[in-house]
């Protein structure tokens, strides 16, 4: 019998995508989140989605900081691995309450980390970002690209017994393509594409183009987008990689190795959705780069694994999600 895989936020938007591609491909999941920035009405719709599978998928609503939790759903199952997406996620939010995500993420991976050792579960794998390549100066990012940032799993990497695979996303976009799980973020979107479909449904009156003047074709930002479900797929084929003996500590990219302007991402949401997005242009937003884009050929090669889908899909399957959920997983304005 297979055992369990157990993920960390997966009421989430990653989360939730991952969860559904792992009941499809005959995973027993448990789910812990703490539906901070979340929705159980997540959950639900995955486990409708998975058909036969659903009832593979079990959830508890815990925080990973509560110790005594997290180890007494250690105690009651045995997992044979953890996907670990929990955390906060916005930037702008974690400049100005930085304390807050400290303990949000660190302590809560610390909790897991120990909670894991403890019972022998020691195969991770942990949702990075391309943010931590900072203003690269050679594009593609490489996974040896330098860094700006470090991150505390590293020093796990002096214990052979732990098998961690990081993976960098770049920019998710795109919903599940039933049009039932997708993203939902509280309050004003700080994300291109979340923006862009709120003003599609008339929740906005205009998107903000940060920055005119970048050395781009067409003076804006350049980012390498990925649909979420590729994306999820990612986390399965990271999952498989986890079993080769020879995998200690590695890193890969999750991207789709393209790299698309802020106006060509509006003119293709236009194009699926069918209305007139209009623009303020602006500023640069203090801490963009100018082209983030990876290098994918590590990931292809190693994970077997590689970026399906394009913009015309990204934009159809956001465009889905948006008209049959205007308010996300709330009925209706808050
Ligand atoms: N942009 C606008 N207007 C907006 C929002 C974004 O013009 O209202 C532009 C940005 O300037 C940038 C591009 O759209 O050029 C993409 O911006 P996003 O905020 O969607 O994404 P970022 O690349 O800035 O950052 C995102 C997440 C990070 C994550 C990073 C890399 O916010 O959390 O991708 O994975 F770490």
Not at 9 to 30: E, F
Not at 112 to 139: I, N, Q
Not at 172 to 177: E, L, T
Request: proline share 5%; with cysteine.
């Amino acid at each position: 019998m297979s055992r369990s895989i157990l993920v960390t936020g997966g009421a989430g938007y990653i989360g939730s995508h991952t969860v559904l591609q792992l009941l499809l491909g005959g995973y027993k999941v448990v789910v812990v989140d703490k539906l901070d920035n979340s929705s159980e009405i997540a959950i639900k719709r995955v486990q409708e989605l998975a058909g036969e599978h659903g009832s593979n998928l079990t959830f508890h609503e815990i925080d990973l900081r509560d110790k005594p939790a997290v180890e007494k759903l250690f105690v009651s199952e045995k997992f044979e691995a953890v996907i670990h997406v929990a955390g906060l996620k916005a930037v702008g939010e974690s400049v100005q309450k930085p304390l807050l995500y400290y303990d949000n993420n660190l302590i809560g991976m610390i909790v897991l980390l120990e909670v894991m050792a403890a019972h022998g579960c020691k195969k991770l794998v942990f949702s990075s970002s391309a943010t931590v390549y900072g203003w690269p100066k050679v594009v593609p990012c490489t996974e040896e690209s330098p860094i700006s940032a470090t991150n505390p799993y590293g020093r796990t990497k002096s214990d052979s017994t732990w098998k961690i695979i990081l993976l960098r996303y770049f920019n998710p976009v795109g919903a599940h393509p039933s049009g039932h799980i997708g993203e939902d973020p509280r309050g004003i979107p700080n994300n291109l594409i979340p923006f862009i479909q709120q003003v599609a449904v008339g929740r906005r009156p205009a998107l903000t183009v940060y920055g005119t003047d970048y050395k781009t074709t067409d003076g804006t930002g350049v980012r390498d987008y990925i649909h979420v479900v590729d994306l999820a797929d990612g986390h399965i084929a990271a999952l498989k990689k986890l079993a080769d003996p020879s995998v200690g500590c590695e890193v890969y990219n999750l991207g789709s190795g393209k790299g698309t302007s802020v106006l060509e991402m509006v003119a293709a949401f236009e194009k699926a959705s069918g209305k007139k997005i209009p623009l303020v242009m602006a500023d640069r937003r203090p801490g963009d780069a100018e082209i983030v884009y990876a290098e994918t050929e590590k990931a292809e090669r190693e994970l077997n694994w590689k970026a399906k889908y394009g913009i015309q899909e990204f934009c159809r399957d956001q465009w889905n999600w948006a008209t049959k959920n205007p308010y996300g997983y709330e009925p209706q304005a808050p």
